[in-house]
């Protein structure tokens, strides 16, 4: 089972922020966004962004 690696910048693209966001999130540790080291790189699973954005879907989405 292969598990999609992208990097920070497209990790940031997906969720609509920019990477030193993230770069910031990882280092406080405010967010709980695993990331993947590969040398220098840093990488995250599309998986793990699909969560992080469920995790933090609030309210049921139908407007009032």
């Known amino acids: 089972m292969q598990k999609e690696l992208i990097d920070r910048t497209a990790a940031a693209a997906y969720l609509g922020t920019k990477p030193q966001t ?3 999130w ?3 540790k405010r967010y709980p966004l695993p990331y993947v080291k590969i040398g ?4 995250y699973r599309l998986a793990d962004l699909e969560a992080f954005i469920e995790l933090n879907t609030h309210g049921d989405g139908v407007a009032e």
């Open 26 to 28: 990882a280092c406080t």
């Open 22 to 24: 993230l770069a910031v």
């Open 40 to 43: 220098r790189r840093v990488m």
